[in-house]
């Protein structure tokens, strides 16, 4: 079974532009959530889908950055203007939401992320 | 929020030696897992454990979720084992929905 899948892998960018990175969570998963990992900030949680709801968006930085997940399948992270503070690796991760025993249950898969560079 | 505090920060060891990892919870949790990430950058599930004892392989974990830490084990070390290991975890309730708060991380390098 394939497992997340992110594209591009790698990004190089002048400020200014837009970029667009894309997720592919694994089949049957219904939890979808975006990371960025910084020498400085470590690894932070921007936001994250139930079902494909938005269900927290308070890590996202500023205005500059937007998700979508139209469908169950795919989501997109979309930085506009871009700045050279936002280079950092982006990673995807998806996980089945589900109760086990006294407790929920969420197993967190990551993607391979996308670096992301702007000059 | 839940702090998440990981020790050591930089680990060096001798192929062949255990180590054992330390994560320290500020909150009682749902969810607690153990990543490993490869020089490559993948992040590499290891646990998922928010109580009790794992094993798998050369590794193992304990997590006392009522004295609000966990360790992993790594034992007969490998230079395939460097890389930084990371601690995240979900606040326990009804508003962290998944929500994972990691670590920095403990960076291990293993020497031949």
């Known amino acids: 079974d394939a497992g997340v899948i992110q594209s591009p892998r790698h990004e190089v960018t002048e400020m200014g532009q837009e970029v667009t990175l894309r997720c592919k969570p694994i089949?049957?998963?219904?939890?979808l959530f975006w990371y960025r990992q910084t020498m400085m900030r470590g690894l932070e949680l921007l936001i994250y889908f139930n079902n494909n709801v938005p269900i927290d968006d308070s890590g996202m930085p500023e205005d500059r950055f937007s998700a979508k997940m139209p469908n169950a399948s795919f989501s997109t992270l979309k930085i506009q203007p871009s700045e050279p503070r936002d280079s950092a690796v982006y990673f995807c991760?998806?996980?089945?939401?589900?109760?086990?025993?006294?407790?929920?249950?969420?197993?967190?898969?990551f993607g391979p992320g996308t670096r992301l560079t702007v000059t | 929020g839940i702090q998440v505090e990981q020790s050591p920060p930089d680990l060096i060891l001798q192929e062949g030696a255990n180590s054992t990892l330390r994560c320290n919870f500020s909150?009682?949790?749902?969810?607690l897992q153990w990543f490993h990430q490869n020089p490559w950058g993948q992040l590499i599930n290891l646990f998922y454990?928010?109580?009790g004892t794992k094993q798998n392989g050369r590794l193992s974990a304990t997590t006392v979720a009522t004295e609000r830490y966990s360790l992993l084990y790594i034992s007969s070390s490998q230079t395939t084992d460097s890389g930084v290991y990371f601690c995240a975890v979900e606040l326990a309730g009804g508003t962290s929905y998944g929500k994972l708060t990691f670590g920095q991380g403990t960076i291990l390098t293993v020497h031949p």
């Open positions: 909150d009682s949790v749902n969810n």
């Open positions: 991760a998806s996980s089945l939401a589900l109760y086990a025993g006294t407790g929920r249950y969420y197993e967190q898969y």
């Open positions: 454990i928010p109580s």
């Open positions: 089949s049957g998963h219904n939890s």
